[in-house]
């Protein structure tokens, strides 16, 4: 299989590892193309652990030289995952993932998928216990992710069902969840059609399930949609967890195609 990543973490954030170790680490997995998309900076007090704006442009200087010293090896590209709250800039950059990591409750910021105690919190705080009004608030704001960041790659579309495993926190069923997240996905829909396959959960807390769920896979093929696989990977360990699984899933659910990126631009590759 062709293997390409482009959903990475690395120090400068919540990574375990270098820029150049992840791409050492690529190179010996035998990816072709490979992407190091930092975390924005965000003026969010409770998201103090992301980057500074100095951190993210010495990151960026750090990948263009890798870029140039293993050109022979990889093809390697500059991405950054931009928060819908995200106030750095994504200039210069050679890809944006639009990803939710906050829910704006009129102007109180909390976590998406902070664990499933937090959650819990959050929706007892100010959902009054309802797990349904806490996705339909999350799912409207990242129906206006690409609007925000004028991203290429939607990022972990489904996010809020990190800790759900086995629905043990919500039922994904629900008609309510579904409404919400089915609408949510028309209106990226209309500006964006690339959703990544990201198995970044099911490396770091055992999930069964890649984001997005499959059921959503089904809904995005019939609405057009095209996908990305994606480790969102913290540590050299992760990049390309479990692509062979999810190129199988894809086929089963009816795509034909997946995207990666080259040198010469966004190009499919045949599943
Ligand atoms: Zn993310
Ligand atoms: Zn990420």
Request: proline share 2%; aromatic share 12%.
């Given at each position: 299989?062709?293997?390409?990543?482009?959903?990475?973490?690395?120090n400068?954030?919540?990574?375990?590892?270098?820029?150049?170790?992840?791409?050492?680490a690529?190179?010996?997995?035998?990816?072709?193309?490979?992407?190091?998309?930092?975390?924005?900076?965000?003026?969010?007090?409770?998201?103090?652990?992301?980057?500074t704006?100095?951190?993210?442009?010495?990151?960026?200087?750090?990948?263009?030289?890798?870029?140039?010293?293993?050109?022979?090896?990889?093809?390697?590209?500059?991405?950054?995952?931009?928060?819908?709250?995200?106030?750095s800039?994504?200039?210069?950059?050679?890809?944006?993932?639009?990803?939710?990591?906050?829910?704006?409750?009129?102007?109180?910021?909390?976590?998406?998928?902070?664990?499933?105690?937090?959650?819990?919190?959050?929706?007892?705080?100010?959902?009054?216990?309802?797990?349904?009004?806490?996705?339909?608030?999350?799912?409207?704001?990242?129906?206006q992710?690409?609007?925000?960041?004028?991203?290429?790659?939607?990022?972990?579309?489904?996010?809020?069902?990190?800790?759900?495993?086995?629905?043990?926190?919500?039922?994904?069923?629900?008609?309510?969840?579904?409404?919400?997240?089915i609408a949510?996905?028309?209106?990226?829909?209309?500006?964006?059609?690339l959703?990544?396959?990201?198995?970044?959960?099911?490396?770091?807390?055992?999930?069964?399930?890649?984001?997005?769920?499959?059921?959503?896979?089904?809904?995005?093929?019939?609405?057009?949609?095209?996908?990305?696989?994606?480790?969102?990977?913290?540590?050299?360990?992760?990049?390309?967890?479990?692509f062979?699984?999810m190129e199988?899933?894809?086929?089963?659910?009816?795509?034909?195609r997946?995207?990666?990126?080259?040198?010469g631009g966004?190009?499919?590759?045949?599943?």
């Open positions: 299989m062709i293997l390409s990543n482009f959903h990475a973490h690395t400068y954030c919540d990574g375990k590892n270098t820029c150049e170790e992840m791409v050492q690529a190179i010996s997995k035998g990816l072709r193309a490979f992407g190091l998309s930092e975390h924005c900076h965000t003026p969010v007090p409770i998201d103090s652990g992301h980057p704006f100095e951190e993210l442009a010495a990151f960026g200087d750090e990948v263009r030289t890798l870029k140039t010293k293993y050109a022979d090896k990889i093809e390697l590209f500059y991405g950054i995952e931009q928060d819908s709250i995200g106030d800039s994504t200039d210069g950059t050679d890809y944006v993932i639009g990803s939710t990591h906050f829910v704006n409750i009129g102007g109180v910021y909390r976590f998406v998928d902070d664990g499933a105690d937090g959650q819990r919190e959050t929706v007892a705080r100010f959902y009054g216990g309802d797990w349904y009004a806490f996705a339909e608030a999350y799912f409207a704001d990242e129906s992710i690409v609007d925000i960041t004028n991203c290429d790659i939607i990022g972990h579309f489904d996010l809020i069902n990190k800790n759900n495993e086995g629905d043990r926190l919500f039922d994904t069923s629900h008609p309510r969840y579904r409404a919400a997240a949510s996905m028309e209106r990226i829909l209309r500006r964006c059609n959703f990544e396959v990201n198995t970044g959960a099911m490396y770091r807390v055992g999930r069964t399930e890649q984001y997005p769920q499959t059921w959503l896979l089904r809904e995005l093929l019939t609405r057009g949609g095209e996908v990305i696989l994606s480790s969102d990977s913290h540590d050299t360990a992760s990049i390309g967890y479990k062979d699984e199988d899933l894809l086929r089963e659910v009816g795509f034909a997946r995207k990666t990126l080259t040198r966004w190009t499919d590759i045949e599943l």
